[in-house]
């Protein structure tokens, strides 16, 4: 089943297809030219060249600064950073300061509730078929206790911020390769993994986790 989001705040011109995902009951949704070419590019610039980029940590309190603007790196063999925007877990810390960077992203998903939002950067790397490693994005003990939903109501959404040869893959063997202004949406409780890239600089990319809204409603 689509994942309900707010249609209105994407590109009048997106291309959409839905990928089955082999062996399941699940699918994936695929947006290709997801935001308007002007939005995209306003976005992408402040990420690249405004956005603070930390080593990859899972806690602010750990994340140990690591250089801005990004294309100041000198940095291979698949080092990753990132920009944890929201965490649940963290809300007390509320949204990063940098959140009206990807305020056009996040009204496509318009969600019940978020879990998490980041952005990962990945330094290039000589080796092929390097993995991220198998995962699914949110993982816990409240798994559906207390009120709280399921994991498995939750989805994932990338937005791929540039063109390169790494992809997402996921274990259904479904394979979404990294093209720029396109969002993939798919069900949390699918293990997936990055393969990351060899040909260019820097992989970029918006994580979201988010719980939808069974219909869309207008807020």
């Known amino acids: 089943m689509t994942t309900v989001i707010n ?90 300061q940098y959140t009206n960077f990807i305020e056009p992203v996040l009204n496509i998903l318009s969600p019940r509730a978020w879990f998490r939002c980041k952005a990962n950067y990945v330094a290039r790397g000589d080796k092929k078929g390097i993995s991220r490693g198998w995962h699914h994005d949110a993982t816990g003990s409240m798994n559906g206790e207390n009120g709280n939903p399921a994991w498995n109501e939750f989805k994932i959404a990338v937005l791929y911020l540039n063109t390169n040869n790494g992809y997402t893959i996921m274990e259904t063997d479904n394979k979404v390769e990294s093209i720029e202004n396109r969002l993939v949406i798919f069900p949390n409780d699918v293990l997936h993994t990055a393969i990351l890239q060899t040909d260019v600089p820097h992989r970029i990319v918006l994580n979201m986790v988010f719980l939808p809204y069974k219909e869309y409603k207008k807020k």
């Open 7 to 96: 249609k209105k705040a994407l590109n009048s011109n997106h291309i959409y297809k839905k990928i089955k995902l082999k062996g399941t009951k699940h699918t994936a949704d695929v947006y290709d030219h997801a935001l308007p070419e002007n939005v995209f590019r306003d976005i992408q610039a402040r990420i690249f060249n405004q956005l603070p980029w930390f080593l990859e940590s899972g806690d602010r309190s750990k994340q140990s600064y690591a250089a801005s603007p990004l294309n100041n790196y000198k940095i291979t063999d698949h080092t990753q950073f990132n920009h944890l925007f929201y965490h649940v877990n963290e809300r007390a810390h509320g949204w990063s």
